[in-house]
């Protein structure tokens, strides 16, 4: 269950709401610094290694005065994962389809770049500016789709989510050491007939010789495809 409290201090420091000190010396560091930090720290080793003592010590600080800035650890990994969003992507295509396949390809492109985000256990939906002005700019490209407004929020979820779940499905894959191809391992277990629908896809040419990066992208387009042929049909029978 999400911490209200974690949330509550993240959404806090993402909006520049925490009061400023009337009192005693000016901060030295911003809390922008201090996610740059912990980011660098999760680009190199991963978002395991990041620890508000390991921060500190890139930063030149001891570990408690980083609690003048960042309560938690848990709220540092909040503000990590706005700072590391950036800015969407402008999206330039003409239809509502083009865009969304722009704005799900830039955010698999995030994904690849940034394979610690993918990895993040999440505490609540977006909540900072830049990850809200990325699921803004997808509503936006739904806007002309016909789909009425909760509509439009659930389609947007359930690709924030798809994209997500296939990115990281595909960096624990290529990352796990010495992995077989998964065409290869099918073949090894399916022997005894007793799944046969997939035992007859269960090839290279089929399947897919694994489900690294370059291999998810294909059934991701195929599904991105499929999802907006149905929205469109939905819309079409919506004004029967």
């Known amino acids: 269950m999400p911490n209200d409290d974690h949330t509550k201090q993240a959404i806090r420091l993402l909006w520049g709401e925490e009061p ?21 720290i999760a680009t190199r080793d991963g978002i395991e290694a990041v620890s508000m003592q390991r921060v500190a010590g ?17 709220v540092l990994i909040e503000v990590m994962m706005d700072v590391a969003t950036e800015d969407p992507p402008e999206l330039t295509g003409e239809t509502w389809r083009e865009r969304t396949r722009q704005w799900m390809s830039s955010l698999w492109d995030l994904y690849m770049s940034k394979p610690w985000m993918a990895r993040v256990t999440l505490s609540s939906p977006p909540i900072g500016p830049r990850q809200l002005a990325w699921f803004d700019q997808l509503i936006q490209a739904l806007n002309d ?11 947007a979820t359930f ?26 391992t099918l073949t090894q277990v399916l022997t005894d007939g007793r799944f046969p629908a997939l035992a007859a896809i269960a090839s290279p040419e089929v399947f897919g010789a694994d489900l690294e990066a370059a291999n998810v992208d294909e059934p991701l387009q195929f599904g991105l495809e499929r999802l907006l042929d149905g929205i469109d ?8």
């Open 145 to 155: 789709s016909g789909l009425r407004p909760g509509d439009q929020m659930a389609t």
């Open 159 to 184: 690709l924030l989510g798809t994209i997500r779940g296939l990115a990281k499905l595909s960096l624990d894959v290529a990352d796990a050491p010495g992995h077989t191809p998964y065409d290869e």
């Open 58 to 74: 890139e930063l030149g600080y001891t570990t408690m005065s980083l609690y003048n800035y960042v309560s938690s650890k848990n």
């Open 20 to 40: 400023r000190r009337t009192r005693g010396p000016r901060p030295k560091l911003s809390v922008e610094q201090i996610a740059r930090a912990a980011i660098d």
């Open 233 to 240: 049909d939905y819309v079409r029978s919506m004004k029967k």
